[in-house]
């Protein structure tokens, strides 16, 4: 959210003029100020900075720090997702052009020794997917982020496991824990016998797929579809070593969840205590466990009545001392006895 004021305040969200940081700022320790107080700065206004309070329209209420944050990142990401789509079209413009006027082996091997490649495009990832499948002999290795996997998701490479399962390959997949709920995986499993073993975990790095530990696939942009084809043996060699290391953490989608110890908590909203005790976001909790944003609020209102918080500061209070924070330190037998008395206007 870069935005452009007015000619007075030629600037964006990032980067406010004197005054227009002076009253944002009053604005967010008092929760609002008089609509008077902008008129010097309608830069406020037009980045949606301040907004009219809709219970006295005299009054501006600010916009929160962080759906301001939000709106940067949001404005970063967009840019950096456009310079990835140059480099690719830019990398696939150099392989074309390199390759004219050389011999068909040369450039074969060329591109057999690429170390890192960039696939722009879901039918350059297909391709390069099938001809990794095609020459892989001994092991694939995946870690599927997200929810429940969809059933377009599960049989848009059905074809390859078929094909590894035909050749004895042995495959390793972890997911989240919030997989386990999907009929689509369960059935994928089934149908795989005993080829695919498959682990879960509370959350789970972004899309990995090693083939033979000699290629690896990961996305190149959040809607996938872009791609990086990687081949160094000392990048492979480090996805290898973290795939290995949360699959020791995981659990085998055959073993039951581990009780959290505490009644009327279950493990998912042991997973949100945890995070919200880092100081996460609803929606940044939601993406990393693979859950909707309602959902997760669900839990989270669960987690409070459980643990009787009438507020989010109590709620934190709460969760460190029944020891969901993970710090691994006794709870006070006061923890879970109900409601203090604070006042629920704490919030």
Do not use: K
């Amino acid at each position: 959210m870069a935005g452009h004021g007015t000619e007075e305040h030629p600037h964006g969200a990032d980067r406010l003029c004197e005054a227009g940081d002076r009253v944002y700022s009053r604005a967010v320790r008092r929760g609002r100020v008089p609509r008077t107080d902008a008129g010097p700065v309608p830069c406020l206004l037009e980045l949606a900075l301040l907004h009219p309070d809709p219970d006295d329209m005299d009054w501006l209420v600010p916009t929160s720090p962080q759906e301001v944050m939000t709106r940067l990142l949001r404005g970063v990401y967009d840019e950096v997702s456009e310079s990835q789509r140059r480099v690719g079209s830019a990398v696939a413009a150099v392989e074309r052009y390199a390759g004219l006027g050389r011999r068909p082996q040369a450039l074969t091997a060329s591109a057999e020794g690429s170390a890192i490649r960039v696939l722009d495009g879901l039918a350059r990832i297909q391709a390069a997917m099938d001809e990794a499948t095609e020459a892989c002999t001994t092991e694939v290795l995946t870690v599927q982020p997200g929810g429940i996997r969809r059933e377009a998701e599960l049989t848009e490479g059905l074809h390859r496991a078929l094909a590894l399962r035909g050749r004895g390959v042995r495959m390793r997949d972890l997911y989240t824990h919030v997989a386990r709920h999907g009929q689509g995986l369960l059935n994928y499993l089934e149908l795989m016998g005993g080829t695919v073993e498959a682990r879960t975990l509370d959350e789970v790095i972004d899309r990995l797929i090693l083939f033979d530990r000699t290629v690896a696939f990961i996305p190149a942009n959040t809607d996938r579809t872009m791609a990086l084809e990687l081949r160094h043996p000392a990048l492979v060699e480090y996805l290898v070593t973290v795939f290995e290391r949360l699959w020791r953490l995981a659990i085998p989608l055959t073993a039951p969840l581990p009780d959290t110890g505490i009644e009327g908590i279950s493990h998912r909203e042991q997973s949100i205590a945890a995070l919200l005790a880092e100081g996460h976001q609803d929606a940044v909790i939601a993406e990393r466990l693979g859950i909707s944003v309602r959902t997760c609020r669900a839990h989270i209102a669960r987690l409070s009545e459980t643990l009787g918080a009438a507020s989010r500061t109590q709620l934190g209070v709460r969760i460190a001392q029944a020891g969901l924070d993970g710090l691994q330190r006794p709870a006070p037998t006061t923890a879970l006895t109900g409601p203090d008395r604070e006042s629920p206007r704490a919030r």
